[in-house]
């Protein structure tokens, strides 16, 4: 799959929503694409370790972590369970951890920072719902673009 956000913008000004470009590039994927699944957590990423044990082939899983720089809610094996279920990136409002090793797996990773402390395993939060962090709204079955310009949503597919 071969795109430029930039292009897509020009041509689908009308039909997309570009997230403030808030988020670093940490996956060893820079350009990636795919439908939107939605996790809502804070500080928690149990929710986060369900959805990708799950066939992600074709998808793009959406963390709203709410920003917390507190910890991290992806680390390497968290990412490496994304590459081996086929999900073509992850995007974090929020931190992950392992950088160093993320960096070398074949998923995209957009993340706010790092941080080396662990999250909470309780459980809580809500998958597949909606959610709005950096002046865009995420909703499961969308479309979302990344590359080294940034991101780009769309309710329908662009390419």
Known sequence: MSFKTADLCDHFAHAIQVPTPLFQNYGGMMTFAGRIATVEVFEDNVLVREMLERDGKGHVLVIDGGGSLRCALIGYNLAMLAFQNGWNGIVIYGCIRDSQQIVQVAVGVRALNTNPARSNKGGAGAQNV??????????????????EDGMIVSEFSLI
């Open 130 to 147: 909606m959610v709005t962090f950096a002046g865009a709204t995420f909703r499961p079955g969308y479309y979302l673009y990344a590359d």
